[in-house]
């Protein structure tokens, strides 16, 4: 006789049920898990992909803000956690100084758990390459004040001080040489004297604007953007070695603050003084090219510059009086190559978006 345990199938049913709430609360716990994991790639996808957008966007942005010169084809930037790689591609010449670029640039983000998978966004926009942003309008750009062209009366060995706006350039000099040449002077106010020195190139000889803004917005440089740190060059703060920089060099030389030229400043390319630009006494001094001062200001009596490009002072206000002894004459070749060497990318306005991928 077989017996039966009292309770027994009360026991057997709870233990079905107990392996039944644990199996309940392993699903459960499995379910939540994977909703919660799910929400966490989602958030961490999410954020991964914006973050990956703004380095698309700052890519652009470096991009057009340190294109100086030359375009790059393909660039890589280390922005914040992730790399932005951008590509430039020409799309249009609209004439010899103007090119539209379509402009890409592709964000990514790495996840350490798949470092094979990054967060990817891309964003494109056209920008124009401004091959020559200053106008080549004029020997002399003077902002404001009284300018008055004097002999050096100190220096027996300067010849008398000229100022023309014919151009010195010849073919032999470069293709584009013997231009019919530029004003001698262009103003932003104010009146040129002739005191001892003579002014001369194609009629009129001097231009005036209305002030100090309208001969800026003339000039067609963004001095701001010049004279931020920020902004690259090839020398910054001192002069280079000229003797170990090629002859067809026209470099961008930036002194912050004010400067009195001697010799050792003596060059060619792009020169750019934030600050108010003097010269030293007795010193002869030479530039071919361009120069650019926040203010201009007055040649003492021993004084002289030979200048073969064009002298544009006045640029942070309106300039003051000044006294201009030297020998300053309009050179279109190197006017055109510093010009080149300030080349820079401007982007068309709302042309930003996102590339589907």
Same mark, same amino acid.
């Given at each position: 006789?077989?017996?039966?345990?009292?309770?027994?199938?009360?026991?057997?049913?709870?233990?079905?049920?107990?392996?039944?709430?644990?199996?309940?609360?392993?699903?459960?716990?499995?379910?939540?898990?994977?909703? $919660?994991?799910?929400?966490?790639?989602?958030?961490?996808?999410?954020?991964?992909? @914006?973050?990956?957008?703004?380095?698309?966007?700052?890519?652009?942005?470096?991009?057009?803000?340190?294109?100086?010169?030359?375009?790059?084809?393909?660039? %890589?930037?280390?922005?914040?956690?992730?790399?932005?790689?951008?590509?430039?591609?020409?799309?249009?010449? @609209?004439?010899?100084?103007?090119?539209?670029?379509?402009?890409?640039?592709?964000?990514?983000?790495?996840?350490?758990? =798949?470092?094979?998978?990054?967060?990817?966004?891309?964003?494109? =926009?056209?920008?124009?390459?401004?091959?020559?942003? *200053?106008?080549?309008?004029?020997?002399?750009? $003077?902002?404001?004040?009284?300018?008055?062209?004097?002999?050096?009366?100190?220096?027996?060995?300067?010849?008398?001080?000229?100022?023309?706006?014919?151009?010195?350039?010849?073919?032999?000099?470069?293709?584009?040489?013997?231009?019919?040449?530029?004003?001698?002077?262009?103003?932003?106010?104010?009146?040129?004297?002739?005191?001892?020195?003579?002014?001369?190139?194609?009629?009129?000889?001097? $231009?005036?604007?209305?002030?100090? @803004?309208?001969?800026?917005?003339?000039?067609? *440089?963004?001095?701001?953007?010049?004279?931020?740190?920020?902004?690259?060059?090839?020398?910054?703060?001192?002069?280079?070695?000229?003797?170990?920089?090629?002859?067809?060099?026209?470099?961008?030389?930036?002194?912050?603050?004010?400067?009195?030229?001697?010799?050792?400043?003596?060059?060619?390319?792009?020169? *750019?003084?934030?600050? =108010?630009?003097?010269?030293?006494?007795?010193?002869?001094?030479?530039?071919?090219?361009? %120069?650019?001062?926040?203010?201009?200001?007055?040649?003492?009596?021993?004084?002289?510059?030979?200048?073969?490009?064009?002298?544009?002072?006045?640029?942070?206000?309106?300039?003051?009086?000044?006294?201009?002894?030297?020998?300053?004459?309009?050179?279109?070749?190197?006017?055109?190559?510093?010009?080149?060497?300030?080349?820079?990318? @401007?982007?068309?306005?709302?042309?930003?978006?996102? $590339?589907?991928?």
């Amino acid at each position: 006789m077989t017996g039966r345990t009292p309770g027994g199938g009360r026991r057997g049913f709870a233990l079905v049920m107990v392996v039944f709430l644990l199996f309940a609360v392993a699903v459960a716990g499995a379910t939540g898990y994977q909703v $919660v994991s799910s929400e966490f790639s989602m958030t961490r996808e999410s954020r991964d992909g @914006q973050e990956a957008l703004a380095v698309a966007r700052a890519g652009v942005n470096r991009f057009l803000a340190e294109s100086v010169g030359t375009v790059g084809d393909t660039v %890589v930037y280390a922005i914040g956690n992730g790399i932005a790689t951008v590509t430039a591609k020409q799309v249009l010449r @609209q004439d010899s100084l103007n090119y539209l670029y379509y402009v890409k640039s592709v964000g990514e983000v790495e996840d350490i758990r =798949t470092p094979l998978l990054p967060a990817k966004r891309t964003v494109a =926009t056209y920008v124009w390459h401004k091959m020559s942003p *200053i106008k080549l309008k004029g020997a002399v750009w $003077v902002s404001g004040g009284t300018t008055t062209l004097r002999n050096a009366t100190s220096c027996w060995w300067c010849p008398a001080t000229e100022v023309t706006g014919y151009d010195s350039a010849t073919v032999s000099d470069c293709s584009g040489g013997g231009t019919a040449g530029v004003r001698g002077v262009v103003k932003g106010s104010g009146s040129v004297n002739l005191s001892g020195g003579t002014l001369t190139g194609p009629a009129p000889t001097t $231009v005036t604007y209305s002030g100090y @803004q309208s001969m800026y917005d003339t000039v067609g *440089i963004r001095w701001d953007a010049l004279t931020s740190s920020s902004f690259p060059v090839d020398f910054d703060g001192s002069p280079p070695n000229w003797g170990s920089l090629p002859a067809d060099s026209f470099p961008i030389v930036r002194r912050q603050g004010n400067l009195t030229m001697n010799s050792s400043w003596s060059g060619r390319g792009v020169l *750019i003084v934030t600050g =108010t630009l003097n010269f030293a006494n007795y010193v002869p001094v030479s530039w071919d090219g361009i %120069v650019l001062a926040g203010t201009l200001g007055s040649m003492g009596s021993a004084d002289f510059i030979t200048l073969r490009g064009m002298l544009i002072g006045g640029l942070n206000s309106a300039n003051g009086n000044a006294n201009v002894r030297g020998d300053l004459a309009y050179h279109s070749c190197n006017a055109y190559k510093a010009n080149r060497a300030l080349s820079y990318l @401007q982007q068309e306005a709302n042309t930003l978006f996102e $590339v589907n991928r």
